[in-house]
Nanobody
Framework: QVQLVESGGGWVQAGGSLRLSCAAS????????MGWFRQAPGKEREFVAA????????LYAVSVKGRFTISRDNAKNTVFLQMNSMKPEDTAVYYC??????????????????WGQGTQVTVSS
């Protein structure tokens, strides 16, 4: 079992930056692939980024590539999402996710088994 708690959400002006953190419980954090998804009002949940269990591989949605960076610190059981050059369309609730590490990263939400409760990110124009 893995419990995930997100933090770092808030309000930012367009062009600004935020850094989200996700703290995971459990002693096997380093065996999990980690991901971030987001959901805007009235829209489906969408993939943002994922990182492999050892941090060696990353996957990004086209909409955030070059602006967002996912990273992890296995010693601290934490995964991060650095968001730069933010846009109003980045406004959403951001969710941290985890799944047992497999060879290939995925952007499919049904492949992730554990979810945090989400943190709100609002970008004003």
């Amino acid at each position: 079992q893995v419990q995930l708690v997100e933090s770092g959400g808030g309000w930012v002006q367009a062009g600004g930056s935020l850094r989200l953190s996700c703290a995971a419980s459990g002693r096997t954090f380093s065996s999990y692939d980690m991901g971030w998804f987001r959901q805007a009002p009235g829209k489906e949940r969408e993939f943002v980024a994922a990182i492999s269990d050892n941090g060696g591989s990353r996957l990004y949605a086209v909409s955030v590539k070059g602006r967002f960076t996912i990273s992890r610190d296995n010693a601290k059981n934490t995964v991060f999402l650095q968001m730069n050059s933010m846009k109003p369309e980045d406004t959403a609730v951001y969710y941290c996710t985890a799944r047992a590490g497999i060879l290939t990263l995925t952007n499919a939400p049904n492949e992730y088994h554990y979810w945090g409760q989400g943190t709100q990110v609002t970008v004003s124009s």
